[in-house]
């Protein structure tokens, strides 16, 4: 018999505590009810090392209490947490967290502060002090949402040459040189890419070959599909509409692409839909295919795997597995999984 874990990160404003688990049978393609992995305040936002032995996740936590990372170890027959330590950010909640693939730094983005950080990860997998912050300055045309800076994302190009950091406030993803031995990053002006005034850049993603990235923008709801090259940086090469309906307000939240680059997906707050994509394996370009209900409200997150996706409905309370098609990645819903307060971010566990 074979197992999933999905752990499932949570605000904590109302009833959640912190980190929930639901485990998937896959013989039997049932959910169980979800239970309680750790407390810890809004787990926002998780990711786990190479070999899944280590869980990492901020905190984002909407008053004026500082920002915590935390690293757990993984029991890998059940996959239970054990806290290994947590450390306070320099400042305010955090709201994304990222790894390098060498597992020697975790980057942060605090939305608060507009400030991206870099964390090092210490031989017992511990994280320790923060190593180097970024501040970022300015505003945007939206007053009520872009009065200041807000960092929003965080993660390396696929060379490991940069650090991008997608900040919403500002219009911009900020590019930094990253150093791998020091985790210091120097701010390369020449290589930070303005986007459309109010637009908000929210998430980005490679895909597999590196040289294809695609911004979310959350205020705009579109994606920016960019060519990278090393040398010369990022360049826009196509702006797609995300929703369905043009007079709807909607707000952008994630966005995912199939392991083998067929496919991308986003969800849409308001209109309350996961966006599906052709992506044009030639040229890396999207056609907008369909738009289905996330079977709730406010989708914050989801995530894919080859045959199903999970959305997280944090209003609603619920997340919606979907069968995903391999032939075209439609997506039909087939289960729901509930008692979860506010859930905003799965990660996937394999059980041993």
């Known amino acids: 018999m074979s197992k999933i874990l999905y752990y499932i990160g949570t605000y904590t404003s109302v009833t ?42 901020v905190s984002e936590i909407p008053d004026k209490t500082r920002g915590k990372l935390s690293a757990y170890s993984i029991e890998p027959s059940a996959g239970k947490l054990s806290k290994i330590n947590e450390v306070n950010a320099p400042g305010l909640g955090l709201c994304h967290i990222s790894i390098d693939p060498t597992e020697k730094f975790l980057f942060a983005a605090s939305y ?65 040189r990253f150093d791998i031995n020091t985790g210091q990053l120097e701010l390369d ?5 303005k986007l459309p005034d109010g637009c908000g850049p929210r998430h980005m993603i490679f895909n597999s070959n590196g040289q294809t ?21 990022f360049t826009i090469l196509q702006t797609i509409n995300a929703l369905e309906q043009d007079d709807i307000a909607s707000d952008a939240a994630a966005i995912r692409i199939s392991s083998d680059d067929r496919f991308l997906y986003t969800s849409n707050r308001g ?11 030639d040229t890396g ?19 894919l795997t080859d045959s199903l996706l999970l959305c997280a409905n944090r209003d ?5 597995v979907y069968q995903v098609s391999e032939e075209d ?16 971010n799965i990660l996937e566990y394999h059980l041993e």
């Open 316 to 320: 609603s309370d619920n997340i919606v």
């Open 112 to 176: 608060p502060d507009a400030t991206v950080q870099v964390y090092p990860i210490l031989e017992d997998g511990s994280v320790g002090e923060a190593v180097c912050v970024k501040e970022h300055v300015g505003k945007g045309v939206n007053k009520a949402r872009q009065e200041k800076a807000h960092a929003h994302h965080v993660c390396l190009t696929p060379d490991q040459k940069y650090l991008c950091a997608c900040d919403l406030g500002i219009d911009k993803v900020m590019v930094y």
């Open 285 to 303: 370009l999207l056609e907008r295919i369909s738009n289905s209900s996330s079977g709730g409200q406010h989708p914050r997150d989801f995530i």
């Open 213 to 233: 990235a695609y911004v979310l923008s959350e205020l705009s709801s579109q994606v920016f599909v960019l060519s990278y090259q090393a040398d010369k940086g």
């Open 271 to 281: 209109e309350d839909s996961l966006a599906l994509f052709h992506i044009n394996e």
């Open 189 to 193: 002006e020449d290589k930070c890419l």
């Open 16 to 57: 959640s505590k912190g980190i929930y688990g639901t485990y998937f049978d896959s013989e039997t393609q049932e959910f169980s009810k979800p239970e309680l992995f750790a407390e810890l305040p809004s787990p926002t936002y998780m990711v786990s090392n190479k070999n899944a032995a280590i869980l990492y996740s």
């Open 329 to 344: 990645g439609t997506i039909e819903p087939v289960q729901e999984v509930t008692g979860v307060s506010k859930p905003v």
